[in-house]
């Protein structure tokens, strides 16, 4: 049973390529990849190309990282550092419960409050890039929280202490020190925030506008390559439902990339031991 | 102007302490917006009967039903293997090539997206195995899926177990396995749960995964082939088709209610664990 896990995996590889690799071939990966046609529907020409997506859901990502780093980084330092530990107990398992609230949660507050608020505010239909990375940014807050403060409690007390008994202050501590030793684990945990980003789905259906074309600013439009997937996988049939799995096939090889660079780098931070 | 040190760090933590701020409104607001408008609606006629009219009217009974289905059974199926997995790693085996493959695929499979879980389940449980859209898939498709949580953490528990138990479990004559399962596990056991509880939330919440292996029916199921509509994908239905807001407000609520129980839970379990273990 141990090799559960593993298997699973593996399973889940061969089926995802099985089934979209396939059609990556027959349309071309270059057309596939880099083409702006998705008409999938077209009996005569059908054209799979997903570039639209793959630039939605890499700008999606791009504003929800941006959120999510400088509020996830700062809570971190805060909880590790200056806060008082009885508020830390409150505050650590709040932001745990952010990471249980249902997804589609998160999107439908963006629906009622944010896409109005963007409607009025700052005009267009409210759907866009800016809305869903909003939404991302505050999901992958979690993720982000927990992995730097894992990193920045492993930091060896002694260099804390010896850096304040060089006379510099808590802050100057921080940032000069802490910060730089923690580094290869919070970038660990920025790759995986980013990772959850790309990966989510129901959310961003809700809240980007699904229009399927290259944005050309924050207030666009945006399909990303997972709302694409679950959008149409309720009425696609054929080679159309293969360019669906072949989608999932590059979120597949974008979510690996990211794992296994977070996964070599917390490595490096353990140094020595696992995890 | 150059600030002093000591103004600089004022500002900094001041702003640190805005962002901390603001992370726990938007947690507090979420959960007060959805509760407000939501349970208004909620009464013992929602919860126990079956919706009418796609969701317009009635209530959600034919949803807790299904959601608990594949909850229950997505965790029936992950708990012995991701057990079994981590007695294995931790007591059963040294540190090495073999252990790291399987970190590996847990800690990979932690990472996938759910939308992939489900494509996955949707070609290989309900084509392949030819099980169809039904709450069985579902729960399949969940239990792989929340495998590596409880994974983590029971072996965070069972590495938590003071090494003398097993010692002495060893010195009073004891084969390892009757130390692993009278001493070991016994001792583990609020940590453990707590891994599953936490799974437990993450099936609930769970939504596109769901989708694309359970169906979306609306009736009643009656076994584990039919196909169910869970809590959170009727609220997704609800929501997203603009078929009743007052009523998607409700689902929410409930939803909401039911993640807060089990994160409170989850988290009574851990600090009475913590507390036992000193």
Redesign the interface.
Known sequence: ?????????A??TA??FK?GFPLMVKAGLRDFILSDEWRPLDRLAPRFGIFPMIVGSLAVTAGAMTIGV??GV??A???TQ??PPRLVGL?K??????A??????????G?V?LVPFIREHLGGSGLSVLAASVVLG?MV?PTVISISVDALQAVPRPYYEGSLALG?????T??MVMLRAARSGIVAAII?GM??A?????AV??VAGNTIAVPHGPLDSVRTL?SN??IE?NYAAGDHRKA??AT?VV??VI??L??TA??VLSRRRAGGG?? | MRLSPAATQRAAVGLMWALAGATIAVLLGIIAFILLRGLPHVSWGFLTEAPRSMGREGGIFPMLVGTAYITGLAVLIAAPVGLATAVYLTEYTREGRLTAVIRFGADCLAGIPSIIFGLFGFVFFTITLGMGFSILSGALTLALMVLPTIIRTSEEAIRAVPRAYREASFGLGSTRWQMVTRVVLRSALPGITTGIVLAVGRSISETAAVMLTAGSALGMPEGIFDSTRTLSLHFYILATEGISMPRAYATASVLIVLILAINLFAYWLMRRFIAKGR
């Open positions: 049973m141990a090799f559960a896990a593993i298997a699973g995996l399973l889940i089926f995802i089934e400088v509020f700062g809570v330092i805060l909880l200056f806060c505050l398992p709040a932001i745990e419960l952010l249980g609230i249902p997804s589609v949660v998160y999107g439908f507050m629906l409050v505050i807050l510099a202050t808590e802050w100057q921080t940032h995986l990772g959850r790309i990966g989510e789905t129901m259906i809700m997972t997937i679950a996988m669906l799995f999932g979120l597949f979510i690996m990211l794992n977070a996964l696992h995890r």
